[in-house]
């Protein structure tokens, strides 16, 4: 029954989401793709931080290095094939997680929160301080990628409805396969080491090789959503990489629910909805913001995702008492 | 004689100038359970940790099967089939006594490639985790949250996880630990059902239940064997008595 509620209320809201922008502004259509491509990065942290228990305070260099790739992969007078670019982009955010993972891996805790952070600012440094990716001013992508397969051209990115579109289906992909995965062998590994690592090793798991695969695996979904983000604003700058990135991502997760795959989601719409609501009103908002996220963890333990469950239970208690 | 499963040699084990365990020689042997006792601080938890690959010995040799297996670590220990308990529970109290269960069945056909396979439609998988719980004895509670059970029956699910991961050798650390009497009963019967068919390293402080499983019995005093034979030998040992069973005398 609860399940099949929360079912239908997931296919409302995309269904929401589908319609959105055929009766929105263009302006408040860009701003919705903005928060999908977000929350494509907050499920993909959450698999680190929600269902492995690593929390990454560095999840934005591999956003980042994907954002980078395909500004490089487009050449300067005509776009990148989508087929060629999305694969390398993505395959490039995940060598630069398996190669970091095999690094921060081996510390736990507080250290693997600093070492995280350490790793992302040297990526960061190096894209801010080298002339390669345009120093710190960045690259302009002047051509989105081109879907063409052939002489045949299915969709075109540089539409924004047609990019839309496809973030919306990236979106739908990386949730139906995140769900996929956690219930499968390899999934049900993550949560076990989340909840008792030593366990799992004396059970006989080589947990290092598990979370390489998911701190890999999570930053190869981290570049798909790098990829789409300097799709959709058309250019990258070295801020991509940035802790603030990493932090609002964390954010997200957190405010969401962490260990829910649709509280990511909604914790993306919350932290950037917010954020643009609290911008409007003040330049302070920061402050605003602070104290929504204080309030939060205060006053929502497990986050957006649990509040419905909260509200059935405070019903059902009232109609008792009533 | 019995099938010698896992042998330590001369396993010795310093941390500074302590020597936890010196020159520690056991033998563990199918269908007999060996008892390691020992007043606190005899070096018993060090000889399990080094056994179970949680510590590496300073000197010394672990052979399973004859093959020399001192340099593998706790994880390829699991999965040629020594499996061990703890002395402080160690579950996870978050999953259902089924999952907990299936986790550590799983750990013995891995699949992690097949990620679009839901793990509880893999049978064997569930079939051997359900025949664990049933040995046991937690039959009826496989969707009971774990970390809702007795102390007793977390101490089960304990023994049903190595089960679970069809170890040839148990290395069980104070199972007894905080068990009332009933539940103390209960787990001996489990125990003399168990080693028919398994080696078992029995780390107790509980004597009378000691007396009622073990086949052979090693007494530990500052890291060092002190003696090592049948339950009667030990019991009418006056180094024992002196040592360990000090002015109570033995349990007759």
């Known amino acids: 029954m609860n399940s099949r509620l929360a079912a239908m209320f997931k296919l409302l809201a995309l269904a929401a989401v589908l319609a959105f922008p ?12 903005k928060i999908l491509v977000l929350a494509i990065f907050a499920m993909s942290l959450d698999l680190l931080v929600g269902f492995t228990g690593l929390v990454s305070f560095g999840h934005a260099a591999y956003f980042g290095v994907a954002a980078y790739a395909v500004a490089l992969l487009t050449p300067a007078d005509n776009p990148a094939l989508l087929w060629v670019a999305l694969p390398l982009s993505v395959l490039g955010a995940a060598l630069a997680a398996l190669v970091i993972g095999v690094f921060v891996l081996r510390t736990k805790g507080i250290y693997f929160i600093m070492v995280t952070l350490a790793f992302a600012q040297m990526a960061y440094y190096v894209f801010h301080d080298t002339k390669f990716g345009g120093g710190s ?14 002489g045949f051209t299915p969709f075109d990115l540089a539409e924004p409805l047609h990019l839309y579109y ?19 062998p390899f999934g049900r590994v993550l949560v076990g080491i989340r909840s008792n690592e030593h ?119 009232e109609s008792h008492h009533g | 004689m019995a099938e010698a499963l896992l042998a330590a040699e001369g396993l010795t084990r310093r941390f500074g100038g302590l020597a936890a365990n010196q020159d520690v020689n056991l033998s563990l042997e199918r269908g007999v359970l060996h008892a390691l006792l020992g007043p606190n601080g005899a070096g018993k938890s060090t000889c399990i ?55 550590a069945a799983q750990s013995r056909n891995q699949r992690p490639w097949r990620i679009f396979t ?23 509670r ?15 699910l304990e023994i049903a996880m190595v089960l679970a991961t069809d170890a040839q050798v148990l290395l069980l650390d104070e199972p007894l630990a905080g068990m009332g009497s009933d539940e103390s009963a209960q787990m001996v019967a489990l125990l003399n059902g ?7 390293l029995l780390v107790e402080h509980d004597m009378d239940a000691v007396f009622a499983v073990a086949d052979r019995i090693t007494v530990m005093v500052n890291g060092q064997v002190l003696e090592s034979g049948p339950p009667q030998q030990i019991r009418n040992s006056p180094d024992v008595q002196q040592a360990y069973l000090g002015q109570e005398g033995a349990h007759d």
């Open chain 2, 194 to 200: 168990l080693k028919k068919t398994r080696a078992i």
């Open chain 2, 118 to 140: 839901d793990a509880l439609g893999l049978t064997d998988t569930v079939e051997r985790a359900r025949a664990a719980i049933d040995e046991a004895g937690l039959s009826g």
């Open chain 1, 137 to 150: 001013d960045g690259i302009y992508l002047d051509f989105k990628p081109s879907a063409a397969i052939g």
């Open chain 1, 199 to 317: 366990r799992m090793q004396s059970l006989g798991y080589a947990t290092f090789r598990y979370k390489l695969a998911a701190f890999t695996l999570a930053g190869a979904l981290a570049g798909l959503a790098g990829f789409l983000y300097a799709v959709l604003f058309g250019f990258v700058t070295p801020e991509y990489l940035s802790w603030h990135k990493s932090g609002d991502v964390l954010l997200m997760v957190i405010l969401g629910g962490m260990g829910n795959l649709a509280g990511a989601i909604a914790g993306a719409f919350a932290l950037v909805g917010l954020q643009e609501l609290f911008s409007d009103w003040t330049k302070h908002w920061q402050l605003l913001m602070g104290g929504v996220i204080v309030a939060a963890v205060l006053f929502l333990p497990g986050g957006l995702a649990a509040m419905p469950a909260r509200l059935i239970n405070r019903l059902k208690g």
């Open chain 2, 142 to 156: 496989e969707a009971r949250i774990a970390g809702t059970l007795s102390h007793g029956e977390q101490r089960q």
């Open chain 2, 49 to 103: 940790n080094m056994l179970s690959g949680d510590l590496p010995p300073s000197e010394g040799h672990i052979r399973y099967r004859g093959e020399d297996i001192t340099g593998m670590c706790a994880h390829q220990r699991s999965r040629i089939g020594i499996g061990r308990s703890y002395q402080r529970t160690n579950i996870f109290p978050q999953f259902s006594v089924l999952e907990n269960c299936r986790l």
């Open chain 1, 166 to 184: 496809f973030i919306v289906a990236a979106l739908v992909a990386v949730y139906a396969f995140l769900t996929l995965l956690l219930r499968s």
């Open chain 1, 22 to 33: 055929l009766i929105g502004s263009e302006f408040y259509a860009e701003l919705v793709a």
